[in-house]
Nanobody
Framework: QVQLVESGGGLVQVGGSLRLSCAASGRAFSSYAMGWFRQAPGKEREFVAAIRSNGGSTYYGDSVKGRFTISRDNAKNTVYLQMNSLKPEDTAVYYC????????????????WGQGTQVTVSS
């Protein structure tokens, strides 16, 4: 099994930047596609970004395209989400997820999930 722990959330101003991290346990991290999702109060979970196991391909939700960047460091068993030009609508709990199939992550599903980290963007 894979255990995931998110960190890096916090309170930022509109237009600011924040980098989230997702640390994974297990021997097979490099075999998993990874994704970031978010959920705001009263709303359904939303797809944010996905990355292939080797980091060769990425995919982003329309609402964050051009502002967020997903990356990974397989040597550190860590996935990152760099968030720039933050807006109040980005306020949510952000979750990372893992699945062996990249397209499954792009489609909004994961086999393993972290506990989430809160991001709040204030004006």
């Amino acid at each position: 099994q894979v255990q995931l722990v998110e960190s890096g959330g916090g309170l930022v101003q509109v237009g600011g930047s924040l980098r989230l991290s997702c640390a994974a346990s297990g021997r097979a991290f490099s075999s998993y596609a990874m994704g970031w999702f978010r959920q705001a109060p009263g709303k359904e979970r939303e797809f944010v970004a996905a990355i292939r196991s080797n980091g060769g391909s990425t995919y982003y939700g329309d609402s964050v395209k051009g502002r967020f960047t997903i990356s990974r460091d397989n040597a550190k068993n860590t996935v990152y989400l760099q968030m720039n030009s933050l807006k109040p609508e980005d306020t949510a709990v952000y979750y990372c997820a893992a699945h062996r199939d990249y397209l499954t992550v792009v489609g909004g599903r994961g086999s393993y999930w972290g506990q989430g980290t809160q991001v709040t963007v204030s004006s």
